[in-house]
T-cell receptor
Framework: DGGITQSPKYLFRKEGQNVTLSCEQN?????MYWYRQDPGQGLRLIYY???????QKGDIAEGYSVSREKKESFPLTVTSAQKNPTAFYLC??????????????FGEGSRLTVL | AQSVAQPEDQVNVAEGNPLTVKCTYSVSGNPYLFWYVQYPNRGLQFLLK????DNLVKCSYGFEAEFNKSQTSFHLKKPSALVSDSALYFC???????????WGAGTKLIIKP
């Protein structure tokens, strides 16, 4: 079945550690996105990529990094520079048409907890 | 600046009654409007969208939303609520010249048997 796979679903991190969240899609979508979700705040865009080897910062990119070496993959690294990393992270993708009309396909999310 | 408001943090409805989840928006150009639903600890699922044309849009889950330009609203409605409709609902907007979606804070919908 086509879809977006995020891993791990749950992740615990000690302060000062970098962690990488995986996002893989087999939908053949060009565009991919990372969002952060906090209670009562809706979704905030961290990074997005419209094509392989290219990505742009979203509204809250500080303390995060991404790569887009393959069309199918868009991993997110939460660095130790991110001051409040505990959150639910959502990866999404869209076709060029979807990018134009806004329809996104989401993964199941990764919940990161900093101990 | 673009913005989306979902004025209610939570909406409680008895099963079988009609439900409304409110959304108002602010954009400078023509809006593209969306509703997504999120079940606990899951990703978001697309419900419906307004791009152009008929102001009333519907989806296969029985939900509908009406674009009201004068009131800058895009409220989500369903004639008869089901317990399984209980979830977190997000409204989102973008201008037709800007690819980035702006999200509302979400409304928790609770349907009681």
């Amino acid at each position: 079945d086509g879809g977006i796979t995020q891993s791990p679903k749950y992740l615990f991190r000690k302060e000062g550690q970098n962690v990488t969240l995986s996002c893989e899609q087999n939908l053949n979508h060009d565009a991919m996105y990372w969002y952060r979700q906090d209670p009562g705040q809706g979704l905030r865009l961290i990074y997005y990529s419209q094509i392989v080897n290219d990505f742009q910062k979203g509204d809250i990119a500080e303390g995060y990094s991404v790569s887009r070496e393959k069309k199918e993959s868009f991993p997110l690294t939460v660095t130790s520079a991110q001051k409040n990393p505990t959150a639910f992270y959502l990866c999404a993708s869209s076709t060029p048409t979807g990018r134009d009309t806004g329809e996104l396909f989401f993964g199941e999310g990764s919940r990161l907890t900093v101990l | 600046a673009q913005s989306v408001a979902q004025p209610e943090d939570q909406v409680n409805v008895a099963e079988g009654n009609p439900l409304t989840v409110k959304c108002t928006y602010s954009v400078s150009g023509n809006p593209y409007l969306f509703w997504y639903v999120q079940y606990p600890n899951r990703g978001l699922q697309f419900l419906l969208k307004y791009i152009t044309g008929d102001n009333l849009v519907k989806c296969s889950y029985g939900f509908e939303a009406e674009f009201n330009k004068s009131q800058t609203s895009f409220h989500l409605k369903k004639p008869s609520a089901l317990v399984s409709d209980s979830a977190l609902y997000f409204c989102a907007v973008r201008e037709n010249s800007n690819y980035q979606l702006i999200w509302g804070a979400g409304t928790k919908l609770i349907i009681k048997p």
